[in-house]
């Protein structure tokens, strides 16, 4: 049956395979609260060490196989729970994650309990750490510059000499280590850590050009910040940068050209509708779903068309909107479908709903929207493209 079930499921519809999916994630909800609720009984008995283990957690592991992840979070969870049960209830519902109650169990206490497991209801790890750093806020961390540990090269025996046997014993070379180049060990993301509310701590690795310039800043800067405080340094540093990114990016100037965006049924928005379309749109896709929920995504941002170009659409401040490039490419698929040729050579359209039409003879498709290239050079999404075929 598992092998057939993504052709099973391929025949389901949209609201069907949702509805499906919510109802299993009810019922895992359901199982993880009573694996819980067990776990939390067996931590008051000597099972584990009657069957020949040292702890719950090697138990859980060699026997119950549960990889040491869950059950490190599952067993921290069921001791919380045993102390606060409206946690299985939480957990049933999906309000709080196995997670969410981990990283909030040590700051749970029998007055506070309730109201900081419903402020966490939904919220992400990122936001429960800040949730931690309002009940027990932590002292900034002191500014420090260290240079990292130089890799040493690791050395491997050179290939022995081809034999010789006329040359004497002192005349031969001794072997030598060649030295493999040295490697750098791989560099993670930048860490932020929530300290205390509005207060975070970053950690990042820079290049030995970078600190030479926050060198320089602090020398610069003497005047304006006498402590050379490496955050105020950051914070006046990226203060300088965005607004030299928004006079970039939409071409702020006190006396700015006419733009192709100003002219009658332009394409293009202009640099002020698309100043003040970021501004009211927030910096951030502005698609909202049919649950009224909206995209988060801040990134690969472009200038949609509400009403396309092709069908009239003009670049008004009222008729453009943001839109990250995947939102983007999906309105511009839900107005004209995908184009597809079948082996006769005969352009198709398939539309949103799945339905397939010939494409009238001689069609000329103009989208406008704000283009962004990928890595490749194609136009991404719904941008400004023209399509022609012939039957």
Not at 20 to 46: F, N, Q, W
Not at 268 to 278: C, E, M, Q
Request: glycine share 6%; hydrophobic share 40%.
């Amino acid at each position: 049956m598992q092998k057939d079930i993504l052709a099973t499921l391929s025949r389901f519809s949209d609201a069907d395979l949702i509805a499906r999916m919510k109802s299993l994630l009810a019922r895992e909800r359901d199982g993880t609260a009573e694996i819980v609720a067990h776990l939390a009984e067996l931590d008051t008995r000597d099972v584990h060490l009657r069957e020949g283990y040292t702890s719950l957690f090697v138990y859980c592991r060699d026997v119950l196989g549960l990889s040491e992840g869950e059950a490190y979070n599952r067993i921290e969870v069921a001791r919380a729970a045993r102390r606060f049960p409206v946690i299985f209830d939480m957990l049933a519902t999906g309000a709080v994650h196995l997670t969410t109650v981990r990283l909030l169990a040590p700051h749970l206490t029998p007055l506070n309990h309730r109201d900081v497991l419903e402020s966490a209801r939904g919220k992400r790890k990122l936001d429960v750490g800040e949730i931690i750093a309002r009940l027990s806020p932590r002292p900034d961390v002191p500014p420090s510059v260290r240079k990292l540990p130089t890799p040493r090269p690791e050395f491997a025996p050179a290939p022995p000499p081809p034999p010789v046997t006329a040359a004497p014993m002192a005349d031969l070379p001794l072997p030598r280590a060649t030295a493999r180049p040295a490697t750098l060990p791989p560099v993670g993301p930048p860490a932020v850590t929530p300290l205390s509310p509005d207060r975070y701590k970053l950690q990042l690795t820079i290049g030995g050009e970078t600190l030479e310039k926050l060198r320089l800043a602090k020398d610069m800067l003497g005047h304006a910040i006498p402590s050379g405080d490496d955050a105020a340094i950051l914070d006046r540093a990226l203060t300088t940068l965005l607004v030299d990114l928004a006079k970039q990016k939409f071409a702020d100037s006190h006396r700015p050209h006419r733009s192709r965006g100003t002219k009658p049924r332009a394409r293009d928005a202009s640099a002020a509708v698309k100043r003040a379309v970021w501004v009211r749109d927030l910096g951030r896709c502005a698609y909202i779903g049919p649950n009224g929920h909206r995209c988060n995504e801040r990134r690969f941002l472009e200038f949609h068309h509400v009403d396309p170009h092709a069908l009239g659409g003009e670049a008004t401040f009222d008729q453009i909107a943001l839109r990250c490039r995947r939102h983007n490419d999906y309105e511009g698929r839900l107005y004209f479908g995908k184009r597809r040729r079948d082996g006769s050579g005969i352009v198709r359209e398939e539309s949103a709903a799945g339905g397939v039409q010939l494409v009238p003879e001689q069609v000329e498709l103009s989208v406008n929207h704000s283009t962004l290239r990928d890595g490749q050079g194609n136009i991404a999404g719904s941008s400004a493209r023209s399509v022609r075929s012939a039957m």
